[in-house]
């Protein structure tokens, strides 16, 4: 069974510091993983979606790395602000049964 | 543009009573799913469709029920809602099953 792990559960950064949110997973036999970010009280948004044969994919100051062969992902978040705080969620997995972490829950202060 | 619409919003539901939350998709997505979140425990896939007429049970299916009748629509049924039903429930939709997931805003349900 898929399991995903996100660490650390909570993180706290100063405007402008550079980051990277972690998630390992535990069978690489993947199709794909993607990267969402979650508002308090609202749905998940998509930030990157990476495919099983690709290794990264970058979208502005976001950028996401993928190693199937030792179950990780990591993304990178450059120049964080205030505006990125929210809990960022990853999930693999079988396309129709994607498993997801329970996210990690960053603040960035000003 | 609409995307994933989800409805109603929040409700409050009695032990025993039964109802339907509906979610509705405007981008053609072949596959539609829903997930419940709680808690400590993280987004959980109750059911998913692969396409009209077609349907099948996640991790937790027991207590729901789904149908697809139309590409756009995919209802989730509490048949006999349960307290431990109460969560906050996603719809989510992709145009292929490979393809991004993009989610509804959500339907905060809790049962008495």
């Known amino acids: 069974k898929q399991e995903v792990t996100q660490i650390p559960a909570a993180l706290s950064v100063p405007e402008g510091e550079n980051l990277v949110l972690n998630c390992s997973f535990t069978?690489?036999?993947?199709?794909?993983l993607q990267w969402f970010r979650q508002d308090p009280g609202k749905g998940l948004t998509s930030l990157l979606l990476?495919?099983?044969?690709?290794r990264e994919q970058t979208s502005g100051r976001l950028n996401a790395s993928l190693d199937k062969s030792s179950g990780r992902s990591t993304l990178y978040i450059a120049a964080s602000q205030p505006g990125d705080s929210a809990t960022y969620l990853c999930?693999?997995?079988?396309?129709?049964?994607?498993?997801f972490g329970k996210g990690t829950k960053l603040t960035v202060n000003p | 543009n609409a995307g994933v619409t989800q409805t109603p919003k929040f409700q409050v539901l009695k032990t025993g009573q039964s109802m339907t939350l509906q979610c509705a998709q405007d981008?053609?997505?072949?596959?539609m799913s829903w997930y419940r979140q709680d808690p400590g425990m993280g987004l959980r896939l109750i059911h998913y469709?692969?396409?009209?007429?077609?349907?099948d049970q996640g991790e937790v299916p027991n207590g729901y029920n789904v149908s697809r009748s139309t590409t756009e629509d995919f209802p989730l049924r509490l048949l006999s809602a349960a307290p431990s039903q109460t969560s906050v429930y996603f719809c989510?939709?992709?145009?292929?099953?490979?393809?991004?997931?993009?989610f509804g805003e959500g339907s905060r349900l809790t049962v008495l």
């Open positions: 990476i495919q099983s044969s690709q």
């Open positions: 999930a693999v997995g079988r396309p129709e049964k994607l498993v």
């Open positions: 989510a939709s992709s145009w292929t099953l490979t393809g991004e997931l993009f």
């Open positions: 981008m053609n997505h072949e596959y």
């Open positions: 069978d690489s036999a993947i199709y794909n």
């Open positions: 469709s692969v396409g009209a007429g077609i349907t």
